[in-house]
């Protein structure tokens, strides 16, 4: 059966653009996370969305991040402006509520 | 502050090398421990989940134990397939439902 699907595995980008990370869950499951991996450092949690609620964006390290859920499947993270401090791997992870998370292969940002 | 700290932070063991993995918490009240196998260039990949003080779980050259403060994930004779950096998290109550607080990791690294 099909995983957690993320586009695109890598992305260059140079300082000042806006990126779009796409994240596709699996079938069936309602919530949706996004994590940051940092080099040298552990996941951090960005955003979760549950079902058709609002979002929980507690974890958004600025007003330059933002993410959308539509249909309740795929979710889309943007980062606006991005600076060379966002070069991260983010993953995305999909479960059923309180459920084991699943993660996909994440994005490599890499920012210029 | 919920924390969880891993040690050590890299372990180098020759193939048939039995050893240990520290994952230490402190959070108000667990609702489960988590342990992930990450492989370089992929997403975590879920191996166990403990709940409550002595519980242990395995799979295969592995076994995950839990404390009310800690657990272990011993690998007996490992062979170098294992190697791969292997994370650990918790969830608790008074976080948002499902949200993973992950520590730093531990790299493993099995020579023939």
């Known amino acids: 059966g099909a995983g957690v699907s993320q586009s695109p595995s890598n992305k260059v980008t140079e300082k000042g653009k806006d990126v779009e990370l796409r994240c596709d869950p699996i079938?069936?499951?309602?919530?949706l996370y996004w994590y940051r991996q940092s080099l040298g450092q552990g996941l951090e949690f960005l955003i979760y969305f549950q079902g058709n609620s609002a979002p929980d964006k507690s974890g958004l390290p600025s007003d330059r991040f933002s993410a959308e859920r539509t249909g309740g499947s795929v979710s889309t993270l943007t980062i606006q402006r991005t600076q060379q401090e966002d070069s991260a791997v983010y993953l995305c992870?999909?479960?059923?509520?309180?459920?084991?998370?699943?993660f996909g292969a994440g994005t490599r940002l890499s920012v210029l | 502050e919920d924390q969880v700290t891993q040690s050590p932070e890299a372990l180098r063991l020759q193939e048939g090398e039995s050893s240990s993995l520290n994952c230490s918490y402190t959070v108000s009240g667990l609702r489960g421990l988590f342990w992930y196998r990450q492989d370089p260039g992929k997403g975590p990949e879920f191996l166990f989940t403990?709940?409550?003080a002595g519980e242990e779980k395995e799979k295969e050259r592995l076994k995950a134990t839990l404390t009310k403060k800690e657990s272990f994930l011993h690998i007996t004779a490992p062979k170098p397939e294992d190697s791969a950096t292997y994370l650990c998290?918790?969830?608790?109550?008074?976080?948002?439902?499902?949200?993973?607080?992950f520590g730093q990791g531990t790299e493993l690294s099995v020579k023939p």
């Open positions: 992870a999909s479960s059923s509520p309180g459920d084991i998370q699943y």
């Open positions: 079938s069936g499951h309602t919530a």
């Open positions: 998290a918790v969830q608790a109550p008074h976080l948002l439902q499902g949200k993973l607080i």
């Open positions: 403990l709940y409550s």
